[in-house]
């Protein structure tokens, strides 16, 4: 735990001094491991919002189903882009039950200032689950659920109609989004803390960061 908590604190101690610079003119990358959900997510935002879809590129289903394939992805697609630089890729990645999240934190890092990772621990759904409640208890698989299936549960307590995959989520959570940002902001100063990620996400961070470019 406590090697990940640092690999992830370098990393978002990185992406808090890059969003303290104006929004406005920048062009980001976002890469997300999820075919749907995610992606879906980041592009309502983006149209809700007016941004350009020039200046905020969404990959989504393109980009493989674990961390580093998500990595390795954003990488070739900023080695293959000949046209303005990026001013930050983003990583969307979950912790869920990929065994080679901590390579790709550690490739991540490597790879420069401008490569971000966006955590959510365990999974997505977890940051959605703030725009209703602050949970603090860590996430725990059982026999017959998956730690991302636990987080589906706890979510499905609040928003019955959440479904994986489907279009609407941002447009239907945007309302409480200071909630969700004020609660993501306070579990992660709880997740530095213990030193325990379980449960805890980054997305607040990205969400800003867009937020800043209107």
Do not use: Q
Request: with cysteine.
């Amino acid at each position: 735990m406590g090697i990940e908590k640092s690999r992830k604190g370098k990393g978002v101690g990185s992406f808090e001094r890059h969003k303290g610079s104006k929004a406005a003119g920048k062009r980001y990358l976002i890469v997300c491991e999820g075919s749907k959900t995610e992606p879906n997510y980041f592009k309502e935002l983006r149209h809700d919002l007016r941004l350009k879809s020039a200046t905020i590129e969404i990959c989504g289903e393109e980009c493989g189903s674990d961390p580093v394939s998500v990595y390795k992805y954003a990488a070739k697609v900023v080695d293959e882009n000949t046209g303005a630089k990026y001013d930050g890729i983003y990583c969307i990645v979950d912790k869920d039950n990929h065994k080679n999240l901590d390579e790709a934190l550690d490739l991540i890092e490597a790879h420069g200032n401008d490569f971000f990772a966006v955590l959510s621990y365990p999974c997505f759904e977890y940051w959605l689950l703030l725009h209703f409640k602050l949970h603090r208890n860590s996430f725990i698989r059982t026999a017959k659920k998956s730690i991302g299936a636990m987080v589906l549960s706890e979510l499905k307590k609040h928003d019955a109609t959440y479904e994986k995959g489907t279009n609407g989520t941002w447009r239907r959570y945007k309302d409480k989004l200071p909630t969700a940002i004020a609660n993501s902001k306070e579990i992660k100063k709880i997740a530095d803390r213990s030193g325990n990620p379980n449960p805890s996400s980054s997305v607040h961070e990205l969400v800003e960061l867009l937020s800043a470019m209107v």
